[in-house]
């Protein structure tokens, strides 16, 4: 399967535990992209990366959140301290170029959905 | 007034029934618009790109204004397959990498037989 991939598909925590997503960008892509989807609400941007860069997090709750795309392996969004308001669909998507005038879409992997009970 | 806004929905209409959707952005520098498509708790894929000339992909076609700031698809001669969330799709120009895309909430569509 050369499209994005995402693991787990489900994750279950609880208040207070860390939780850990992963994201395999497209074969070729560079550009890592992290979007949450609340439940009967819009997909809402968190964080773009590039490989060892956050290019930009203006999305990313300011505390329990944080992205890295290291050199090797997936990126990874990590939630801290769990709370039962994070329990949503976390997709990841990647591109081929940064979509700033290029015009490339981002193709999205199946998605994260955590619930915290 | 929001990022993007779009028809609320739901859309029921027989197979082979022409429907239109709207979308509308508020951000006059906005570059680059989509049409992805979301069925029920699955990815967001991807529809169609929306070029300022107009783009037609099979029996969907997409129209782009941006004097009034107004997107529109439009699905001619609808299948059952076609029931799914249409979400438009903008660029966000909010920083100078300018790589956001900002969602609309989406159109429910439902094609029956």
């Known amino acids: 399967n050369a499209g994005v991939m995402q693991n787990p598909r489900h994750l279950v925590r609880r208040r207070g535990q860390e939780a850990r997503l992963r994201c395999s960008p497209m074969k070729g892509h560079s550009h890592v992209y992290w979007y949450r989807q609340l439940p009967e609400e819009g997909l809402k941007f968190m964080v773009y990366?590039?490989?060892?860069?956050?290019?930009?997090e203006s999305g990313m709750p300011k505390e329990r959140f944080s992205a890295e795309f290291p050199k090797e392996g997936p990126s990874i969004l990590r939630i801290q301290q769990v709370v039962r308001g994070d329990s949503a669909a976390y997709f990841c998507?990647?591109?081929?170029?940064?979509?700033?005038?290029?015009?490339?879409?981002?193709?999205f992997g199946d998605g994260t959905r955590l619930s915290i009970l | 007034r929001k990022e993007v806004e779009q028809d609320p929905g739901p859309f029921n209409v027989p197979e082979g029934a022409t429907v239109a959707f709207n979308c509308t952005y508020s951000n006059s520098a906005s570059q680059s618009f989509f049409w992805y498509r979301q069925d029920c708790r699955k990815e967001p894929k991807l529809l169609m790109s929306?070029?300022?000339s107009g783009n037609e992909d099979g029996r969907f076609t997409a129209q782009l204004n941006r004097a009034s700031q107004y997107i529109s698809l439009l699905i001619r001669d609808s299948k059952l397959s076609d029931s799914a969330t249409y979400l438009c799709?903008?660029?966000?120009?909010?920083?100078?990498?300018?790589?956001?895309?900002?969602f609309g909430k989406g159109t429910t569509l439902s094609v029956s037989s």
């Open positions: 929306v070029y300022s």
């Open positions: 799709v903008v660029n966000s120009l909010a920083n100078q990498a300018g790589t956001a895309l900002i």
């Open positions: 998507a990647s591109s081929l170029e940064g979509v700033r005038g290029s015009g490339q879409p981002q193709h």
């Open positions: 990366l590039q490989k060892e860069n956050i290019i930009d």
